[in-house]
């Protein structure tokens, strides 16, 4: 493991901590979805503009994608995603992604962790 990958792992595990209402329940104010690493194959790097074709399409969950009859993929997307990149590692704002039916972002907006509980809470 290299220093920045154990730089990445720290600053992933105090974001992470920081996910937790210490306020009465001690629950995570966030689900825990688990995290989406780069697929070695793909010709695409991951990043929140690729994020749907890599958690989606790459592992044909057809319970959130479809296809039109032009041959057109869409998201079946009804939910914000949270996601952290490298540039929320650096800031310690994670990235909240409205996205399109064609996988594209519609929104995004940055929040630190601890403002999260408010729009759900």
């Known amino acids: 493991m290299s220093l920045n990958e154990s730089l990445n792992r720290a600053l992933w595990t105090k974001l992470r901590v920081l996910l937790y209402n210490f306020e009465g329940n001690e629950e995570p104010i966030v689900g825990d979805e688990g995290s989406l690493s780069q697929n070695p194959a793909s010709n695409f790097p991951l990043t929140?503009?690729?994020?749907?074709?890599?958690?989606?399409?790459?592992?044909?969950?057809?319970r959130r994608m479809?296809?039109?009859?032009?041959?057109h993929v869409v998201f079946y997307t009804t939910s914000i995603e949270i996601l952290a990149d490298e540039k929320s590692l650096k800031t310690g704002m994670l990235l909240l992604c409205d996205f399109k039916t064609n996988g594209d972002i519609d929104k995004r907006l940055r929040l630190p962790p601890w403002d999260l509980q408010h729009p759900w809470n």
Not at 49 to 58: C, G, I, M, N, R
Not at 66 to 71: H, P, S
């Open 48 to 62: 929140p503009d690729t994020f749907l074709k890599s958690e989606v399409v790459e592992c044909a969950d057809f």
């Open 66 to 71: 479809g296809m039109t009859r032009q041959g």
